[in-house]
């Protein structure tokens, strides 16, 4: 059916770039229309990033939660997967401009290109604190976790193996809070048989949100109980006080330095240049501003969704920038291309508030859908089962079920690997103290 | 019990060198014995080399196949693993020197450092044939291979189309062999649905060996069906004709030149520099020769093992450089330290053929005890349940069951992803055609 409708002699071209949430959720629900699809994405894969923390603390291996994109659109004989990287709009000639110098022409363009971790103009924070947003950043993370660990346990210097036992998470969203339960679980739970010279339970997390509370998004009660969690799992939490500085010594907020060789940055996300390829408005986070038809102001033919735009919902909080909101919005842009092409038109974007969750380690979650909020054991198991059935296919579901089973039953977790880089990452620098043997066993 | 051992005054100082399977099995044979280890390996991780090759063709996802070292010791208080490189042994002084200026003293050490792949003498082939050791290895020949098959779904020249959909392998030994096959059954059966521009079942495999038939180390009637068996898959076996050249461009091999972008070296290894640390005899591959009790000639607290050492078995003919050889020598090792410990001697090693086995694709195995000998169908179950029982734990066991099972039912692959470079590892040098454009689905 998909193919007689693709054979038509001029299908609607529909160039769709980022095949994240947003992107691929429009291309699958513009199934059965007449349009000719061609989904750009610089990777090869789509990634399901709200479980990219599990991978970064060692829970998941990376094939977990990452796909094809072009495995998953294989009987999509109208859709074209293509493996390269976007980098401008020539709006007046209808035309998507590649890396490479070629171009895909469009009749309709859908941007839903996503974002990244943002450092509030001090870019050279960086490589002493990385983000989170790909395969590559997770398996950095984790290489980082891993190897502070392994220094820690050669390392005879008090400060120095404190430092390097010290991790500090900046910024207390739900990346911030899933990353900091984990580790602190990793690190008590998990660790603890493995090392000879260093108990990793003395391990500290250390969580730093500059403003009032964690899981700021969630309602009040759930901020504190999530705090509560945290702080019984022995994550230290820093309210109130922006980070000032990241370097390789470690982090200075509210006038203290603090030693730790491990900092990951959970603190802020920009939005891809969607907006400057455009030329179009957007507020302070690059986020591109839409009409209530999700299409750029003066570009009818241009929709953009996810977190590269920003929109109000209905309640005039910003729509967050989330798997649900995304998916709603590649619905909505499929839904009003297809009655476009019927000649109808529909009504505005209408955000449902699809509810936030946040895992904070074993047993505990918290969900906050607005009027229904559940935090605990109930919220930890509907938090478990909504991820497994979000993911993709019934072989990851059954892998990642299998994983996270080992994990709660046994405290162990599947994917332990520091990968690109040999020992030599644990670096001689550190170690290297001429009165250093290793320690016999005692 | 074994912490009360440990707990002996001066116990027995054991370094071994290298978790590989010769390694490990040592490690593990000496639980009991009033010693104290140091595992040392520059990897956090013991890899099971023989499925290496389906993390390289996306069948396996990494942690599938490794797992941390310290992880599979945490119960044994008496060895300490060490996350450190090896650069040399003291052995007038019984210490092995780290590369960052460290030392291990011992009692007895056991070198079972492995090997790595050899180019004979052109190392510069290397950036263009890459071999299969490490992790990394293989998501370098992952990625080489999907971007390969990515860049000629871009590719409107038909010549520089063919050379990326030629794919050759370098050495027939089981992992040429088994790459071979894979490769292939990945164009054949898993790719085409996925791509739009491209009939990838087109794809030529390529396998060259230099000696005049394939898995020499098996009986010769199965290596005529493992050849038929790859033929009937759609490689081409080339047999007789070293390789002279590799480069950018491809390989030649007999005088002929052939255009290919992807090759993959499997013709030798060459042992791990243990022969040079001790300045002790080695054969032209670099390996040890060491004594019959697996002890280095003038260094009886000294044992090698495994791939780094050179000896024959009771036939006559070298042991083979496979795991199950690796792990009779840690296990005779063991034995023979335990064994001095109460003042006795043991015979000298004896290998016992533990037979070889090797995959050709679905269905297809052939397996060779010396006396016993099956190839297909029943030969590849019998592979297929051997290497799940062989890995370490329940939960691999049953992840990599499901990887298979979705392999074997719906030619599904696990783990398609690209890492470590977006698309722009595409490289528009190849692709940039200013007549180039989409082409349009048909």
């Not at 299908?11 to 959720?25: D, K, N, S, T, Y």
């Not at 920038?321 to 000649?343: C, F, H, S």
């Not at 709660?408 to 880089?421: N, V």
Request: hydrophobic share 45%; net charge neutral.
């Amino acid at each position: 059916m998909t193919t007689e409708q693709a054979q038509l002699p001029n299908p609607h071209r529909v160039v769709i770039v980022g095949a994240g949430f947003g992107g691929l959720e429009a291309t699958f629900r513009l199934a059965g229309a007449p349009v000719a699809i061609t989904l750009v994405d610089r990777r090869n894969h789509h990634l399901f990033q709200p479980l990219l923390y599990q991978v970064a603390t060692a829970s998941l291996a990376t094939s977990e939660i990452a796909w094809p994109i072009r495995y998953l659109l294989r009987d999509r004989a109208e859709v074209t997967t293509l493996f390269a990287t976007v980098n401008g709009v020539d709006a007046a000639n209808k035309r998507v401009l590649l890396d490479d110098g070629d171009t895909l022409s469009y009749d309709t363009l859908i941007l839903a290109t996503g974002a990244f971790h943002a450092y509030f103009g001090h870019d050279e924070w960086e490589p002493f604190a990385p983000g989170l947003k790909t395969l590559e950043d997770a398996t950095t993370l984790r290489r980082r976790i891993l190897v502070a660990f392994e220094r820690a346990e050669r390392e005879t210097d008090p400060a120095r193996r404190a430092a390097l036992l010290t991790f500090v998470i900046v910024g207390a969203g739900p990346t911030g809070v899933e990353l900091a339960g984990t580790i602190a679980e990793l690190a008590r739970d998990t660790l603890p048989p493995d090392f000879r010279n260093i108990d990793t339970q003395h391990a500290r997390v250390v969580l730093i949100e500059a403003g009032p509370r964690v899981l700021a998004g969630f309602a009040d009660d759930l901020s504190t109980y999530a705090q509560r969690s945290l702080e019984s799992l022995g994550v230290e939490v820093v309210l109130g006080k922006p980070v000032t500085e990241c370097s390789a010594d470690g982090v200075m907020y509210g006038g203290e330095q603090l030693a730790a060789k491990t900092l990951i940055w959970a603190a802020g996300v920009r939005a891809s240049p969607a907006a400057e390829w455009l030329n179009a408005p957007a507020d302070r986070a690059g986020r591109l501003q839409v009409d209530p038809d999700l299409t750029v102001p003066g570009h009818p033919d241009i929709f953009a969704i996810g977190d590269t735009v920003a929109i109000a919902g209905p309640d005039g909080k910003p729509v967050p920038g989330i798997a649900p909101a995304a998916k709603q919005q590649g619905r909505y842009v499929a839904d009003t291309i297809k009655a476009r092409l019927r000649g109808e038109t529909l009504p505005p974007f209408h955000y449902k508030n699809s509810g936030s969750l946040a895992q904070i380690g074993k047993h505990r979650a918290v969900i906050d859908f607005g009027t229904f909020k559940l935090r605990g054991v109930l919220a930890w198991w509907i938090w478990s089962i909504a991820h497994i059935y979000f993911l993709i296919g019934l072989r990851n579901r059954l892998q990642v079920a299998i994983s996270w089973l080992w994990v709660y039953l046994r405290d162990q977790r599947a994917a332990r690997l520091i990968t690109q880089g040999s020992s030599k990452v644990v670096g001689p620098a550190a170690t290297r103290d001429p009165a250093y043997k290793i320690s016999k066993p005692d």
